[in-house]
Every structure is written in C-alpha cells, then in structure tokens.
C-alpha cells in the first residue's frame, strides 16, 4: 500500500495516541492502586472490615464531651461515633475550623492497637453539609444492626 | 412584589431563549432569511430580562428584603453591603443567575461581533447558545427558584458562609463563570460547523479570541480560587487535588489544549476534526464541573449542601449535551476534515504532542475525580483517590510539555529544520545545567528546588532566545504582534509557575507549635514571636486576634495578626496573617487556645515560611495576561464578508507569513 502524506501523517498520529495511551492506562492503574482510600465507618473497623487495609479513611460524628486536648502539646483524642460503634481517635495538630461536638467529620489515618492514629482531620465548610458517601456509609452500617442506642451521631443528623 | 417580577422575567427569558434556539435553527435549514433574523434581537430581548431578574435580586440584597427565602438564608443586618453584593452569587440559586446573566453577556457580544460572519453561520452559533440558555433558566425556574418567598418575613436573615467573606471570593466565581460560560462560544461555533458540514479556516480564525478570552478569565478564576485558598483556609496549602478544584481544572486543561489546536487549523486547516472535539469536550467538561459543584455527589472540602432532584436535572442536560454533540460529530465530522500535510519534525507535531498531554492529563484528572462515583457504581466500596495519585502522575504528563515548550515557536509549520533546534538545545540546556549546579548548593541539594531552578532557566531561556530571534530577523512593527507577545508572556508565566511550584513545595517550612506568650520559635532565619492574644471586633463578627513579631537579626520584618473570629450564627472561620515578598511568605495562623477558658494563655499556632510561593499566582496571572493580550491581535478581527473568503486563501493570506517567520 503507497503511503501518501496524509496516510502517513494519520498512521503517526494514531500510532502517537496508541503509545500515550498505553502509557497513560499502565501509569494511571499503578497510582490508582497505590492511592485509593476506602471510607469505613466506626462500626464498620469494629466488625474487622478495616483489616488489610494500611491507610483508610474513618467517617462519622464527633461524639459529644469526648474532646480532650492535652496540656503541654498539641496532641487531641477524641471518639468518633456512628450509630452502631465508636472509635477513638488521636491527633497531633491544629484542628479545622467546624471541628466540634456532633460534626460530622473525616479522619485520614491508620490503626494503632484499638485507636485510630490520624494525619488528617477534615470537618466541612458548610455546617449543612454531610457528605454523601458518610450519609451513604452510615445509613449502611445501620442496616446491618439493630440500633441499640440513639448514638450522638444521630441526633446531630437530626437536625439537617 | 418585585420578586415576582423577577421571577416572570425569567420566565420571559425562557421563552425568548426558545425563540432564539428554534427559528433560527429552522430558517437555517430552510433557508428562510426572516426567521435567521430573529436570533439577534431576541438575544438581545433575552439579555434584557436575565439581567432584570439579577438586578431585582440584588436589590432584595441591598434592600434587606428577607421576605425572599433566598435572601433571608444569605445574609443578614450587620452584613456590610459589598458582601450583601457579593452574596447575590453566594449559593446555588444566585450562582446559576450568575451563569446564566453571564451566558447573556457573551451571547450579546457574540451577536454584535459577528456580524461579518456569513448569515447562516451565525445565526446557527446564536441558535447553539439560545439552547444552552433554555437548558439553564428551566433549570433555575423549575428547580432552583432564587424568588421564593418566605413568611412570615424574618426579622433578620441568616448569615453569608464566612469563608465567602473574603475579596478574593467574591471575585472567584464570576471570573470562574465567565471562562465556563465562555467556552460555550467555540462549542457553539463547532456545533454550528459541523450542522452546516463545513468548517472555514476565516471562521476557526474569528474564534479564536473568544477561546483565548475565556481561558483568561477561566484562569484568573483558578488563580483567585488558589489564592483563597491559601490565605483563608488557614492550611497555606496552594492546591489539594480536590474534586471541585478538579472540576474547574480539566476545562482548564483542555481549554489549553484547544488554543493550540485552534491555531493549527486555523493557520494550517489541519487537526480540524480534533479541534471541534476538543471544544465539545472543554465546554462538557465546564457543564461537569458545574454539577460537580452543585450536585454534591462527590465529597469535597468545597462541596454544598444540595438538593438531589437538581443533581438528577443537571445530568440530564449534561446527557444531552454531550450526547448530542458527540452524535453530531460522528455523524458530520468526516465533512469537516482536510488542512495540509506535515512532517514529523514540525510546528504541528509539537503542538500535536503537547494536545495530546494535556487531553491525557485532563483523562487522567477526571478518572481520579469521578473514581469514587465508579467504585460506588461497581460495588467496590467508598473509595476516593488521594493527592498523590494526581500529584505523581500529573507532573509526569507536564514533563514531555515543560521540556518541548522552548522548541515550538522555533519549529516551521509543516517541516522544521534540526540545527535550529540543536542550537537551541544546546544554549538553553547549557543554562539551565548551569543554574541547577549553581542551585545545588544553595538550596541543600533538594531535588525538587534544583529541578525547580533548571526549569525556570529552561524556559525563561528558551523563550527568551525566540523573543531575540525574533528581534533580529524581523522588520520593526512586525516583530511582536498581540498573538506572538501573547504566547511568549503565557509560556513566560509558565516558567515562573513551575519555578514557584517546585521551589516553594520543596524549601517550606511547616511547623504546628504550641507558644505561650513571650515564647519565640526560630525558622530559617526569621524569629517568630508569640505576643499574645485579646478581643477584638468587626462590622458582623468578633474574633480572638492574635500579635506575631516577626524578627531577623534583631530587625523586626513584621507584625502580623492572625484571627479566630467568630460570626453571628455562631461559625468559626480562621483568617491568617500573610506577609508576603517576592522571594518568600511569612504566614501565621491561629489554632485552638490551650485552655478554652484562658485566651489570654497559650495557643496552637501554625508557623510557615513559604519560598517562593507567588510566584505560583504570577505565573499563572502571567499565562492569563498572555491569552489576554493574543486576544486583541487585529489579526482576528474579520476585515472583509468572511463569505467571500475561502478556506485556502485564508491560509495563503497572512498566515503564509507567519510560517515563514
């Protein structure tokens, strides 16, 4: 077959695409791997879910009076609440601006023994907003159990 | 009584949209001149109401009227009037009037502009927007009304979100519109080639400032947004790869993308059929970003609460919108092709190779930011990527680009010649080596800085030396026109920016202390400190205001004060204090007091010292300054009836010119 200019150009470009898209889907699936962050609930860690994973993401609501600051670093526990569990929480660091009791709030972090050891803890801007996938997860892990106690996190839901 | 006018004026609007979508679409098809005539005038009819509509609004604003739900849930007495303003836009209902007044400003410039363009053609790209204006307002008369009344009327009203008080705020999502909103306009001009079957170069040429235009605004919109960011999150954080930053930034990419490739068809004919796919695809992925924003499907930092029927509606037109476009395309795409041949080593091809990386990236951008949408949908649990999956791959597509910019402009349309290039390699690559080595030793042998300097010296040189070329071969008034100065500004800011990226994220210095007033902290060279905190208050809030003294060598460099305040209803929002320079920021931020009780006592406080950061913002305000001033080359402007211009003279006209340079 003669290879004419623009048979030729054409060839060059699909060959082009074709290698970059090659290298992108081997790249792209590498760094997927490497950087997804499953969210789990505390109910959902408890009943062992969170095993095999290193890093995870914890969601739920800031249980009330559970806040407590240590004196001399800027070291804080707290316990996050879902409505069929609770976990406790440490973190170094400053805080966001909405953190207090009843947010809901996302803790980026990996398991100590039984405590969850944060590098991350994001509260939302608008204090009206719950995001979907806690709403979703949440309201999953109610399924699954009986709801043996209205927990903190459900009155603070209440009110949206 | 007012409000309901307001209401009825966009249902006007709605209707005059309808007018101007389908008669015009109908006498183009049927040849009919009347109805082609309609497009304008009820452009114009159309224009008059939005902005009636945005205008009673922000007079309910100015004028306290909480009898409006939307007013009373927006802002409150003690809300100064700047920010009473600027809460017009402050939530969904106001920002989609936004839009939507903005979608009016640039149909009407559309409409005055073109009128060179040949009949038919307009008034198919005035129909094309006339559709998306009929998609929006019934979006905003059936779902997301800004009228609604509330009552009894409230005493006061609620409050503006704090972090939207800010001046940088209130400039982000009117500039950030405006460069969605713009893309409609190349959208529209593709939509409308490929109704007709033909695509002229003369009009691909008309185009093109449109497309510069709105990148320029899209990206001051970006640069805003990063800029609050930084100085009122409190995290002195640039960028955080967040779904909503994401969303904003794949039109960005693929708006750069779409620049380039405009110019080769427009110059070359070639690349036509990637060029209106790039433009379906910019002004899609504008639509995306828009129901990313509004739709609250995806978890981000940024996100609303939000109501899930409009969710489901702005699918549903984004749906058809991209459907639509892409049906189109496969159906008349192969009518529209042709351009002239090109060599490997060509103008073209580079530009060719770096379309291809930024479409990619753009790929790359939104596969990790609609990721946790597929995991939901394949079962595989709540996922979501994290940072360093675009943090790792992004700077890897932007490496072919970074390291070929300097050579384009050098290369000649449809064959390059080696040596040029190989000079070029060689005097660029020799500085750029040069300042790294040099950096080495400056910057503690810190990989990413000495990267950081070599591309700063690789760029800035390499465009520089054209700029020379330039200067030495062409006749003077001919030697930097607005399309030539435009591009080596934007590739200018280029340099600067990744300069200030990879300088500032390898040299900061972050640090999370607790001080006791009195207490100092030492990093790099600066004394950071503590004076301590006490009350103050503002127009609508009072805040705990903390006194940092900012020592060098015993010399005060500043005195900063960060603040903790707190607004009526009762929300906290941190303002930092930045003293900013040229080659580095001081930026302080308040954290919690030690002890509740005692803000006079010891706090948390946040510590950074940020080399180089601005220069993030200057490169990207440089790169916008640059489509800015390519948009005003006279080169664009249509001289004679486009219809009397083919394709192939418009090619052999000044263009010819501008490959030979």
Known sequence: ?160 | MTPELGQLALILAMLLALAQSILPLVGAWRGNRALMAVARPAAAGQAVFVAMAFAILAWAFLRFDFSVQYVADNSNLALPWYYRFAAVWGAHEGSLLLWILILNVWTVALAAFSQKLPEVFASRVIAVMGLIAVGFLAFIIFTSNPFGRLLPMPGDGADLNPVLQDPGMTMHPPMLYMGYVGFSVAFAFSVAALLGGELEQAWVRWARPWTNLAWAFLTCGIVAGSWWAYAELGWGGWWFWDPVENASFMPWLVGVALIHAQAVTEKRGSLRAWTILLSIFAFSLSLLGTFLVRSGVLTSVHAFASDPRRGVFILAFLTIVVGGSLLLYALRAPKVLGGKPFQVVSRETALLISNLMFAVAAAMVLLGTLFPLIGDALNLGRISVGPPYFGFLFPLLMLPVVLLLPFGPFLRWGKGDMPVLKQLLLRAGIAAAACAIVAAFLVDSQPKAIAGMAALVWLVVGVLLYALKRWREMPRGRRYPAEMAGMLLAHLGVGIFVAGVLLSESLSVTRDVRMAPGEAQRIGSYDFRFDGVHHTTGPNWTADQGTVTVTRSDKTIAVMHPQKRTYPRGQVQTESAVDAGVTRDLYVALGEPMDANDIEGAWALRLYYKPFVRWIWAGGLLMMLGGLVCATDKRFRLKRSAGAETGTHAADGPLAQEARA
């Open chain 1, 1 to 160: 077959m003669p290879m004419n200019p623009t048979r030729k150009r054409r060839l060059t470009i699909v060959l082009a695409i074709l290698a970059a898209a090659a290298v992108a889907a081997v790249l792209v699936v590498l760094a997927l791997q490497n950087n997804m962050n499953y969210l789990l609930t505390p109910s959902q860690v408890q009943s062992g879910e969170a095993a095999g994973y290193k890093t995870f993401r914890l969601g739920g609501m800031v249980k009330a009076g559970s806040i407590q600051r240590s004196g001399d670093s800027l070291k804080v526990t707290f316990t996050v609440v879902d409505a069929g569990g609770a976990m406790p929480v440490e973190y170094t660091g400053i805080l966001p601006d909405l953190f207090r009791d009843n947010q809901s709030v996302i803790a980026t972090g990996h398991m100590d023994g039984a405590r969850f050891v944060a590098t991350e803890v994001l509260a939302k801007h608008d204090e009206t907003y719950m995001p979907k996938e806690l709403k979703d997860a949440m309201a999953k892990a109610h399924e699954g159990k009986q709801i043996k106690e209205a927990g903190n996190g459900e009155s603070g839901m209440e009110n949206r």
